[in-house]
Nanobody, 115 residues
Framework: QVQLVESGGGLVQPGGSLKLSCAAS????????MRWYRQAPGKVRELVAE???????NYGDSVKGRFTVSRDNEKNTVYLQMNSLKIEDTAVYYC?????????WGQGTQVIVSS
């Protein structure tokens, strides 16, 4: 059973930066898709960013130009670099991995953007 552990969340002021990490308990090389989602209080979970095995990326409209997703297959880790953070980026951020025939979620890491 693959496990994903997110880290790097915290409190940051508007305009600041954070880098989230998602460490997998096994190789992510075979994960054909890895994603970051977020869920704010009272809102539905939304897709933030995704990256394929080939390194192709896609972003939610609200974070384009500010967030960057990357993966390090040797470290079995996916990253989310978040710049120019806004108050509305406050949410719990979840990592998701899709393997052939299965998928797994992390437990989430809290990001709070506040002055």
């Amino acid at each position: 059973q693959v496990q994903l552990v997110e880290s790097g969340g915290g409190l940051v002021q508007p305009g600041g930066s954070l880098k989230l990490s998602c460490a997998a308990s096994t190789s992510i090389f075979s994960a054909n898709l890895m994603r970051w989602y977020r869920q704010a209080p009272g809102k539905v979970r939304e897709l933030v960013a995704e990256i394929t095995t080939a390194g192709n990326t896609n972003y939610g409209d609200s974070v384009k130009g500010r967030f960057t997703v990357s993966r390090d297959n040797e470290k079995n880790t996916v990253y989310l670099q978040m710049n120019s953070l806004k108050i509305e980026d406050t949410a719990v951020y979840y990592c998701y991995a899709r393997y052939s025939g299965s998928y797994v979620w992390g437990q989430g890491t809290q990001v709070i953007v506040s002055s």
